[in-house]
């Protein structure tokens, strides 16, 4: 059933075309990149601590809400150039956008704030994405009001991914407890447990792209304005591209995943991504004395992310 067009169709970086798609990237490319995110780790790691610290003080925790959605939303926020004093009150509106599937934009005080946010930076414009997305420009034109609000409801709305890939980690080393206790043994092999974990979860389900040319895949014409949905979470279990696809495997190598995307239209947060699950999991192994699972996991119900809504456990620390 049509729904009608996205509002944000040809104004924000996840529904633009090149060549505007690469004016878009290029503003907000260097707060999400490599340098960015190594000026960013001690910060990262004292969160994880804070947060880790705090779930352990409790009997039970939700893994999914508690810790990894609880890692994601600050991470944005601190991103977005929320100030220390209002982070709380921002998570939590975050939180409560997930909780319901709905647009950010449908969140009434979240979206007033980032609109006093915008406000402020174009008074007072500092080192963060929101200062980047007023300042900048595409084709020499500053981008609207409207495009600035909605590419910052675009990286809101995107950060879920980064929860939902934690907390699928965290499932998948409960499921395999071999593949912790390997973790636990080789602490060097982080950084490909961190690829698994993206490939195994998969959490963005699906893309959907209109064809702009005619052409021919695996046998089958594919021809101008027809709708092709990419299925990731098949194409990250491709029996052709990964051997022993439904393995769980912290030392598979290579791991060509598309779990963060691919070409132009690759995941801007994928750096960041990457670094805040590897804290998490170095934090996990060097503090936490053990993580045990205290009920059954349920999965979030949509066809758009996947992942566990809820995944409780108890964690003790050292």
Known sequence: MERGEDPGTGL?????????????????????????????????????????????????????????????????????????????????????????????????????????LMEQRDREPAADAVSLLLDGEVDAELLTETEVLLNCENLLGASENAGLSMAAGMAALLAHPEQWQNLRD????????????????????????????????????????????????????????????????????????????FGEHVCIGQVMARHQTRILLEELLTTAHSVEQTGPIVPLSSIAVNGPARLPVRLRLR
């Open 186 to 261: 080789h602490p060097e092999s982080v950084a490909s447990a961190v690829e698994e974990i993206l490939r195994w979860g998969s959490s963005a389900t699906h893309s959907m792209r209109t064809a702009t040319r005619e052409t021919e895949l695996s046998g089958h014409t594919i021809g101008v304005g027809d709708r092709v949905v990419l299925w990731v979470r098949s194409a990250n279990r491709d029996e052709r591209e990964f051997d022993r696809p439904e393995t769980f495997d912290i030392h598979r190598k290579p791991n060509r995943h598309v779990a963060l995307g």
């Open 12 to 116: 924000t970086l996840a529904l633009t075309d090149p060549p505007r798609h690469r004016g878009l990237r290029a503003i907000l490319a260097p707060h999400f990149g490599e340098r960015s995110a190594r000026e960013l780790a001690a910060q990262i790691r004292a969160d994880v601590r804070a947060v880790l610290i705090q779930a352990a003080d409790e009997n039970e925790i939700d893994f999914a809400h508690d810790v990894a959605g609880r890692l994601s939303s600050l991470l944005i926020s601190r991103l977005l150039g929320v100030p220390e004093a209002d982070l709380e009150n921002v998570v939590e509106w975050i939180e409560e956008a997930f909780a319901a599937a709905r647009p950010m934009t449908s969140h009434g005080r979240l979206t007033r704030y980032v609109i006093d």
